[in-house]
């Protein structure tokens, strides 16, 4: 089957030198796809460019992003093709940055514009603007995929981790999420509407059971 996986952190700029970020290393969207490529599929693995992880990348193709709207792109331009399957395991940044406005002694507001802002100016205000949910997208673009999003939770329990995924799942009308991050804890909880959570201990068992998912 031919597969899309994404990987890795997005990036907003701030200005020229100096950008806004989501920690991902990249390393286990990269193994999936190394994984999914040893059972026989056809993967494209779109990485961020500021990926950490340095192990071997055996996708048929690995194709760089930078900021949210170079992803979206990315996924535009593969949407054109035959895909069964995507798997979207990017750290998109959720916020991009707005204006910036240098703030006075007096504390006047001056809106400021430059390749690369000084940091001898003064006290500077950023505002943070939303970026847009990619996989809000997917459907749209891939109608007859299977489609699998992520969902790493860092506050609340396992529980809440859980429906934050079935939230996904009715809002973005994914086949499957997967959960995990500190919320969650330990391992992978696999959520879909028919079996509802399955929980899984290792990478190796949760990327066993998403290629069962794809074959099904």
Excluded at 60 to 88: C, D, G, I, K, M
Excluded at 136 to 158: C, I, N, Q, S
Aim: proline share 4%; hydrophobic share 40%; with cysteine.
């Amino acid at each position: 089957m031919r597969c899309i996986i994404t990987a890795g952190p997005t990036y907003e700029k701030l200005d020229e030198v100096r950008r806004l970020t989501n920690f991902s290393s990249g390393r286990l969207g990269t193994e999936l796809a190394n994984f999914l490529v040893s059972q026989g599929h056809h993967v494209t693995l779109l990485i961020g460019e500021q990926a950490t992880y340095g192990g071997e990348r055996r996708a048929h193709a690995v194709l760089p992003f930078t900021t949210t709207a170079s992803l979206q792109t990315r996924l535009q331009e593969l949407a054109a093709q035959s895909v069964e399957a995507v798997f979207h395991a990017a750290a998109v940044s959720d916020f991009a940055f707005g204006k910036i406005w240098l703030r006075s002694p007096r504390g006047e507001l001056t809106e400021v514009k430059a390749g690369k802002l000084s940091t001898r100016q003064g006290v500077l205000l950023a505002e943070l603007v939303p970026t847009p949910k990619i996989i809000a997208d997917l459907r749209a673009l891939f109608p007859a995929a299977k489609l699998t999003g992520w969902k790493y939770e860092v506050e609340g329990d396992r529980e809440g981790a859980i429906r934050s995924a079935q939230q996904q799942l009715a809002k973005c009308l994914t086949d499957a999420c997967v959960a995990n991050g500190p919320a969650y804890g330990p391992g992978f909880g696999l959520v879909n509407s028919t079996d509802g959570c399955t929980h899984f201990e290792s990478d190796a068992a949760l990327f066993a059971a998403l290629d069962k998912m794809l074959r099904a």
